[in-house]
C-alpha cells in the first residue's frame, strides 16, 4: 500500500488523576527526522518512542508531542522544614544580637535561597503511567499510520493518472510524426531550389534520409511508454517506492527532453510543453510519499 509522508495522529490514555496525550505529525523529508517532545519525568522512554515511531513512520519528518494533564496538584519541589526553621531561628536570633527588628517576610524570602532548603525530588514512573504512555503511543501511531495511507491513496490516484495523460499525449504525437517526415523533405528541397545549383539526386535523397533518421522519436516514444508501464507496476507495491518513483519520473523527464529536442515540429513542441507540465506535477507529489 502507498503510504504519503504527511500524516497526524493522536492517541490518548487515562491515568489515576488525569490523562496523557500523545500526538504525533509529520511532513515529507529524504530521511528519517524525529523530534520529540516530553515531560521530564517521562524522559526514561524517549529511547523506546524513538525506536516504536521510527519503525512505523520509516521515513519523514515527524515531531512527537507528549502532554500529560492532572487533576491532583503535585510539585517535584520540596521545602525541608527542619533546615527552614533553623535558619529562620538563627536569623532571628542575628536580628536580636544586632538589636534590629526581625523582617519575617525578608527573612522567609533569604532562607528559601539558602543550600538545602529547597530540593527537587522527581517522582518515579509506575506501572500504571508507563502503560498508559504506550497504549497512548501505539493509538497515535496507528491513527497516522491511517492517515498516511489514505493520503497515500489519494496521491498515488493523482499520480496514475497524469501517467495516463502523459501516455495519451503520445497518440496524439502520432499525426503530425507521419507528416512530419515530408514536410522536411519538401522545405530541403525547397531551399536547393531557390539556390538554383544543379545536385546529385540520388545523393539527396540518401542525405534527407540520414537527416530525417536523425530526427525520428520512436525510440523515445518506446522508451517512455515502458517507463510509464514500470511507473504503474511499482505503484502497486506493497510501500517505500517513493525514491523509486522518482527515479522513474527522472527517465520519464529524460526521454520527453529528447522528444522536444528532436521534434522539429511546432504541434508536437506544443505537446511535449504539456507532457513536462505533467510530469513536474508527478515529480512534486512523489516526494510525499513514503
Given at each position: ?32 527526522d ?45 521545602i ?13 536570633e ?17 532562607v ?6 529547597v530540593s527537587?525530588e ?15 503511543l ?33 497518440l496524439?504525437?502520432?499525426?503530425y ?16 531550389a ?12 540518401q ?37 523509486k518513483?522518482?527515479?522513474i ?27 513536462k ?12 510519499i513514503?
Amino acid at each position: 500500500m502507498i503510504k504519503s509522508m504527511t500524516g497526524f495522529g493522536r492517541g490518548e490514555a487515562a491515568l489515576p488523576n488525569g490523562k496523557i496525550a500523545v500526538e504525533v505529525r509529520s511532513l515529507n523529508s529524504k530521511q528519517l527526522d524525529l523530534s520529540v517532545k516530553l515531560p521530564m519525568a517521562y524522559r526514561q522512554f524517549e529511547s523506546e518512542i524513538r525506536d516504536t515511531a521510527g519503525k512505523l513512520l520509516g521515513r519523514g519528518k515527524a515531531d512527537i508531542f507528549v502532554t500529560v494533564e492532572s487533576a491532583a496538584v503535585e510539585t517535584s519541589a520540596h521545602i525541608n522544614k527542619e533546615i527552614f526553621s533553623e535558619y529562620m531561628r538563627q536569623l532571628a536570633e542575628a536580628a536580636n544580637y544586632a538589636g534590629t527588628e526581625f523582617d519575617t517576610a525578608s527573612a522567609v524570602a533569604a532562607v528559601l535561597r539558602l543550600p538545602d532548603v529547597v530540593s527537587s525530588e522527581s517522582a518515579g514512573i509506575g506501572e500504571v503511567e508507563a502503560a498508559a504512555l504506550r497504549a497512548a503511543l501505539a493509538d497515535a501511531m496507528a491513527r497516522i499510520d491511517a492517515f498516511r495511507a489514505q493520503e497515500g491513496a489519494t496521491l498515488i490516484t493523482d499520480l496514475l493518472r497524469r501517467v495516463d495523460k502523459i501516455e495519451n499525449m503520445l497518440l496524439d504525437i502520432a499525426p503530425y510524426e507521419s507528416a512530419r517526415a515530408e514536410t522536411v523533405r519538401n522545405r530541403i528541397r525547397e531551399h536547393i531550389a531557390a539556390l538554383d545549383i544543379e545536385v546529385d539526386t540520388n545523393r539527396l535523397e540518401q542525405e534527407m534520409i540520414f537527416y530525417i533518421e536523425k530526427l525520428d522519436i520512436t525510440e523515445e516514444k518506446v522508451r517512455l511508454k515502458n517507463h510509464c508501464r514500470y511507473f504503474r507496476e511499482v505503484a502497486a507495491e506493497e510501500e517505500g517506492v517513493g525514491r523509486k518513483l522518482g527515479f522513474i519520473a527522472q527517465e520519464m523527464g529524460r526521454e520527453i527532453n529528447t522528444l522536444g529536442s528532436k521534434a522539429n515540429d511546432a504541434e508536437i513542441q506544443k505537446t511535449v510543453v504539456k507532457m513536462k507540465d505533467e510530469l513536474e506535477k508527478i515529480k512534486e507529489q512523489v516526494l510525499n510519499i513514503l
